[in-house]
Every structure is written in C-alpha cells, then in structure tokens.
C-alpha cells in the first residue's frame, strides 16, 4: 500500500529550512531531504541555498535533473506530502502515447497533420507497439546496454508471439496465418507503412548498441532465405527464427574487404560427390555473431560470389569484437575451418552471390535509415525539452540566437529525411523485389548516405547544445552522449558513406538518356 500524502500550505514548508530538518517543493509535491542531502550524489552545499531550503525548488531540479530521476523509489520515498489548492504538471513521456512536444514526431503521424501515406490504422499500429516497447523493451535495453548482454530472451519471445519478428522482416508470404499485435492487425494489411513505424518505434530506446543486438542480424540475414532459399530449408529456418526459437546473422564484411564485395576471400569448395560445400575463411563485424545459430555467408566459388547459408557447427568460432558501442549487439569475429554444408544451402544460384547481396542491400540500409530518422527526431525532442528548461544568463537557452539557429538545422534535416525515406518507402509499396533490386539501390544509397552525414550534424550541434552535459554518460545529456558516441555507426554499416554516394551516382549516369545535350 502506497503511503497516505498529507496537505501542506507553501508557509508550512517554508518553515523547514533547517540543515536538521529540511523540506523543498518540486512540481508540487514536499520532499523530505533532511536524511537524503547527506547522499545527494551532487553534495550537500545545493540544498543549503537560500532558494531552495524550504522552498520550490522545481526549477533549479529540472536544471539539474531528468525527470525520470523523481520516478526512482528510492527517491519516491522521499515525499511527504503536496501543496494544498495545487496539482503537480510536469512528467516526462507518457508510456504508450505520442509526445506533444514540435516535431517529436514525424508529421504525418501527428494529431491535425494529413499524410498521403497513413492512415488511422497506421496511427492505431504505432501506439500499439509504443505502449510494448515502453513496457517491455526499454527496461531491457537499458540493462542490457549496460551490462552487455545479449537481449533477454524473455523479450524475444513475447515479440515472436506478438509476430513483431515477423513483421520486421516486412510484408510477405510469411506474415500468413500469424497473428499480428494480438491480432489487430491482418497478415495482408502488413505494408512498408507498418514496417517503416515498426523499425522507428524500436529506436526509440535510444540504447544503440542493444538496438543492433534486438535480431537486426535476422532481419538482414533472413530475407535471402526467404526470397532465394530452397523450400525445405526456407520453411524450416523461417519458422524458426520467427518464432525466437533460433537467431541468425549476415557475415558478409571481412577484415579484407567491406564494401568491396567482389574482394572477398571466403572460400566454398564442392567435395569430390558434389553434394556440400567445405568453407574456410573469416567474417568480422557481424552483428548478432556470437550467439547466432545460422550465418547467411558470402563466399568465393569457382564460379564466382555464391551466398550459403551456415548452421553452427564444429569449425565454426565466433568471438566477441568490442566497439564503440555495447557488447549486447553480438558483434563477433568469425572463423570458419572446414565447415561442411550441404549444397542445398546455397542462396540463389552458384556464382549468383552478388544479386542476392546487393538485392538484400536495399532493405537492410532502408531499414538503417528508418532508425537513423528517428534517432535524429529523439535528439531533436531532447534538445526541445532542454533549452526550454534550461537557464543560461538569466534567460531560458532558447532565448540566444544561436541555439535557435542550430536548431532551426537540426529540425530541417530530420524532416527532410523523413520525407525523402517516405518517399521512398512509396516506391518500395508498389514495386515487386526485382523492381526494388533495379530501380532502387541508388535512391536508397543516397538517402543513406544524407541521412547518416545529417545525423552527425546533429550530434554535433546537440553537443554544443548540453555543453558538458552532452559529453557525460549520466544525467540530463546521457541520450545526447550515447548518441555523439554511436552515430558513426549508421555511417559505416550496411555500407560506407562515400561508397554509397558513389554507387547513387554511377547508377544516375548508368541511366543517363544518350541523346540528351546541353
């Protein structure tokens, strides 16, 4: 049972202003310190100044602290009471509903915005998977950021059974007869529109690492047994990462060779019968490697690039490789010493690797650009919030030019790139996957590429924001931190900038007209 609040007048409190009895007010709501200001991880002096003793303190809380930091039982305890004829008014994100805050959430999604792409279904599908992830995802994501390990299995399972491992691998055939959200929502109304919504409430975290860690390794590493896989092994290794009963990864990048696919050195010889496949080679950067049960593998063939799907096995090492970001994702150095496959697992055709790659391709950096778009939005709300709570020479932050200015840019960037992956998104909507694979790979390369560069923009500029604040692991900047620190990620998976900037233009001057002058 929660304790009974008394009701004090504002005078009442005054009175405890004393080091042996202290009391303050924030939002509302009398505190009882007394005990607590010898703990206080900031020291003791706060509390002794003639503003705050006895007195509210809101203001200079909220300059000082999160709000989330009042949620703690540890300080929920503190509180004694709460002023007569007032209501507290402040909170921070509200579980499983929009945010009221500008542009916190993308426009066509936003009470009193039309969009051409959603829907109320669409709007209904958001807060349904915002109240799951803000219940059930982001209380692990923090942990598991923290202490490293891999997400908890418990969450895989309930979003195996809600078909949110389904969905993530977008609209398809293998969306059918699953329930969806409860079943809110049907197998055939699954668009790129939900799928789009589904990546960005994922990111909403704001936990980097764990984000690449929550199955990003199937949902790249599983569309080529979908769409290139031979029934028998499609319908069994489909049904078993969807339902979390198995993870599974794409080791495509080698030490050797990134971007450059052809220069691979993974190789895949047939035995003498013809009936597998020996490989020996390594992989590294591979997201989700150390606990995946099956790697979709490019490898070097005699008749070229050939992707093969790999079931752990003897010959087959992982290691975990430390980044930037934290351990959680599972990214691992792989080794694999005569590890023997049945031909069967081969994707798409011998020789055919670079077609199902660069196909495979599209999705993954579309997917890249989804969360890279919201985290962007995340960085704009918590630069919203902050220079309108915070002071600096008497005056909110929000009052110097120059914050305003920076986020004038900060804002413009994030909704062009939402627009630019909208439109996009359009494209994929009424294109069959060949289409995608030929019409699409520059578009997508090249909003990557705006959208990765834009978002280092705004790490930076969000830094200049927090001052000091946006450099420290805790506390108010610790999303702004986290962020500056992870960013270059989304710039270098799935694709380097520069390469992909390269690739939109030489497939605009691929499909240059031959008689067009100036």
Not at 46 to 67: C, K, P
Not at 425 to 448: R, S, V
Not at 484 to 503: C, K, M, N, Q, Y
């Amino acid at each position: 049972m929660s304790k009974e609040l008394k009701v004090f007048t504002r005078e009442e409190v005054a009175k405890h202003n004393k080091p042996d009895d202290l009391w303050i007010i924030v939002d509302a709501k009398v505190y009882d310190v007394t005990k607590f200001k010898n703990l206080h991880p900031g020291g003791i002096s706060v509390f002794h100044e003639e503003d705050i003793a006895g007195q509210d303190a809101t203001e200079a809380f909220y300059g000082l602290h999160r709000h989330e930091v009042l949620l703690r039982p540890q300080y929920q305890r503190l509180q004694i009471g709460v002023i007569q004829d007032e209501k507290s008014v402040i909170h921070s994100n509200v579980v499983g509903e929009f945010s009221k805050v500008p542009y916190a959430e993308p426009l066509g999604l936003t009470e009193g915005y039309r969009s051409p792409y959603y829907h109320e279904r669409h709007r209904e599908f958001a807060l349904a998977v915002r109240k799951f992830v803000d219940e059930v995802v982001t209380p692990d994501a923090n942990a598991r950021e923290e202490d490293g390990k891999r997400p908890s299995l418990s969450v895989i399972q309930q979003m195996a059974d809600l078909g949110i491992l389904a969905m993530m691998m977008g609209p398809g055939k293998h969306l059918k007869g699953r329930k969806l959200m409860g079943g809110m929502l049907q197998p055939e109304e699954f668009d790129h529109f939900y799928e789009l919504v589904l990546a960005q409430e994922f990111t909403r975290p704001s936990c980097r690492g764990y984000r690449d860690g929550h199955n990003s390794g199937a949902t790249i590493g599983l569309p080529p047994v979908i769409n290139f896989g031979s029934p028998g092994i499609r319908d069994r290794v489909v049904e078993e990462v969807l339902t979390g009963k198995k993870f599974m990864s794409l080791a495509i990048s080698e030490a050797f060779a990134g971007s450059d696919v052809s220069g691979l050195r993974t190789t895949a010889k047939k035995t003498p019968d013809g009936k597998h496949w020996i490989i020996n080679g390594t992989k590294k950067w591979i997201t989700n490697g150390t606990f995946s049960d099956y790697f979709t593998v490019g490898c070097k063939t005699d008749t070229g690039l050939t992707v093969i799907l790999v079931e752990r096995q003897e010959g087959v090492e992982t290691k975990t490789i430390k980044t930037s970001y934290s351990t959680t994702a599972g990214t691992a150095y792989i080794t694999f010493e005569n590890v023997k496959v049945p031909v069967e697992n081969t994707l798409g055709p011998e020789g055919g690797g670079v077609f199902v790659i660069l196909s495979n391709f599209n999705h993954e950096r579309w997917v890249m650009c989804c969360a890279a778009a919201r985290h962007m939005r995340t960085i704009v709300e918590e630069c919203l919030k902050w220079v309108n709570q915070r002071k600096a020479f008497g005056k909110p932050l929000h009052a110097q030019p120059v914050i305003r200015s920076k986020l004038a840019d900060m804002i413009s960037k994030t909704e062009a790139a939402q627009h630019w992956l909208e439109n996009i998104t359009y494209q994929m909507q009424h294109m069959n996957y060949k289409q995608q694979a030929q019409l699409l790979a520059g578009p997508i390369a090249l909003l990557k590429m705006y959208i990765t560069r834009s978002s280092q923009d705004v790490a930076r500029d969000a830094v200049q924001i927090f001052g000091g604040r946006g450099i420290t692991k805790s506390g108010m900047g610790k999303l702004i931190e986290h962020y500056h620190r992870t960013v270059p990620f989304d710039a270098i998976l799935g694709g380097a900038e520069d390469v992909l900037g390269d690739l939109g233009v030489r497939q605009a001057i691929k499909s240059m007209p031959k008689n067009v002058k100036l």
